[in-house]
């Protein structure tokens, strides 16, 4: 009935999630108010272990790319589920390393890492650094040399990729500020300089195509690309790479119309493609890593708020304003990004109206979602609004001094705060 599958109607005509009336959640811990089902995360980090694990005979390692979603429980959840993540800042990396995440399962990311992060990075032995630019490259060798370390690298490679999605989350194509361009030359020129640095032990090559995919073909195009270049390497240098990761980006449902297909799928058809170009290129099987975000938490994750003036503008449109917008979840105002809406103490009655769903911040884009079917609601109403687990607490802001919502984690019918609600004294405190 909802496009996610922790969400239910229980006896009193409520949502659900993940066994919480949503009502409940909402009475106890104020609107607006993010909300994931822990047990819904887990499942999909398994669903994508298991399959990682039976497609490279337990030669591949998930991380989970911690930008879509990013807290100390979630990066204890995925300890506890013994898999990886991917960090792009300093600020995620303090996160991680603060509730003890093992930093040999960590892929550090970002196209201009400052000496500080790339400093932090080798002084707590970080996984792989995934190095964007020769720049930066030469940085991190002097600061391995600095302290007696060798560092463990993967190049980020722009495989010039077509994946279509919207053009603001395609990063694999040459005109992106990530990685090396293969066609220029540069791919192969930093591989070889990396093979001469004395603090810098290259393990691999990592590209990542984009975001939201739907279509299996540019996973397998990506992975076909990335052995080619293996090889090459092979025939240029004599070194055969170990690893290749290859991102995240997978699909998921936020309307019903969309239709991901299971994550097993991709892995499957992807493994067929990396084990049939290694046969070909001569190559043995390189440990696969993959990046999964938005597949692991977005669907686990809902948004709670509270109906204030319904507002409507006869022949043109109805507004219905909530306690929150832009500032919790600005995906509509910067990308368009579609959402179900449901009023959750209503949720057994049928969405008859055509509604626009506007923010409480001072702008007129400040809007969750335009021209969606919804019950008829009033103030006092609360809306909750499906699959907001990913790149919604995580891309929030403090725009009008407005403070973050809290994250409610929910299990087996049990609510519980993950992270606090700020105040006003949070949202001013480093004002001088
Ligand atoms: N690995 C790398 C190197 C990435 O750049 C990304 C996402 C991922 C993994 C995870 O991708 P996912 O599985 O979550 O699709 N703010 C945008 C999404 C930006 C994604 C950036 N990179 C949004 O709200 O849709």
Redesign the pocket.
């Known amino acids: 009935m909802y496009v996610s599958d922790c969400i239910s109607v229980n006896g009193r005509g409520n949502l659900t999630v993940g066994g919480c009336d949503t009502v409940e959640i909402a009475k106890e811990f104020g609107t607006p108010a993010y909300v994931f089902d822990e047990n819904e995360i887990r499942k999909n980090i398994r669903e994508f272990r298991k399959s990682i694990d039976e497609n490279y005979g337990g030669k591949g390692l998930v991380h989970y790319?911690s930008?879509?979603f990013s807290c100390k429980e979630i990066y204890r959840i995925c300890a506890s589920e013994k898999i990886g993540i991917?960090v792009?800042s300093g600020g995620e990396l303090y996160t991680a390393l603060s509730v003890g995440f093992p930093a040999e399962k960590i892929d550090f990311?970002g196209n201009n890492k400052t000496y500080e992060e790339l400093e932090t990075a080798v002084e707590n032995n970080i996984g792989r650094i995934?190095v964007d630019n020769i720049t930066e490259l030469e940085t991190l060798n002097s600061i391995a040399a600095k302290h007696g370390k060798t560092a463990g690298i993967m190049f980020?490679i722009k495989p010039g990729i077509d994946a279509h999605t919207?053009d603001?989350?395609k990063?694999g194509q040459i005109d992106s500020k990530?990685g090396f361009a293969l066609e220029t030359g540069e791919a192969m020129e930093a591989v070889k300089i990396a093979l001469e640095m004395s603090n810098i032990k290259l393990c691999g090559l990592?590209c990542?195509i984009g975001?939201?995919i739907f279509d299996i073909d540019p996973f397998e195009l990506a992975a076909k690309v990335m052995l080619e270049l293996f090889a090459d390497v092979k025939s240029q240098t004599g070194i055969e790479l170990e690893e290749l990761n290859l991102?995240?980006?997978?699909g998921i449902k936020y309307l019903e119309s969309d239709n991901p297909k299971p994550f097993g799928e991709y892995m499957k058809a992807v493994s067929k493609t990396v084990h049939g170009y290694c046969e070909k290129l001569g190559l043995k099987v390189p440990f696969i890593h993959i990046?999964?975000?938005?597949?692991i938490v977005g669907a686990a994750g809902i948004t709670l708020y509270t109906v204030g003036a319904v507002k409507e503008i006869p022949d043109i449109r109805t507004y219905v304003s909530v306690d929150g917008g832009m500032a919790d979840n600005p995906?509509y105002a910067?990308?368009k990004?579609d959402y179900e809406v449901v009023c959750a103490n209503k949720a057994t009655e049928e969405r008859t109206e055509t509604v626009t769903v506007a923010g409480k911040c001072c702008e007129s884009g400040d809007l969750i979602q335009e021209n969606t079917k919804l019950q008829s609601v009033e103030a006092g109403d609360i809306l909750a609004v499906l699959s907001t687990g990913?790149?919604n607490y995580s891309?929030a802001s403090n725009y009008n001094r407005i403070p973050k919502p809290p994250v409610i984690m929910v299990k087996d019918g049990e609510a519980r705060i993950i992270v606090k609600r700020e105040t006003y004294e949070h949202v001013s405190e480093c004002d001088i």
């Open positions: 790319a930008k879509a991917d792009v990311h995934i980020r919207h603001f989350v990063t990530f990592h990542h975001s939201q991102g995240g980006g997978f990046e999964p975000g938005r597949s995906r910067l990308y990004s990913a790149y891309m």
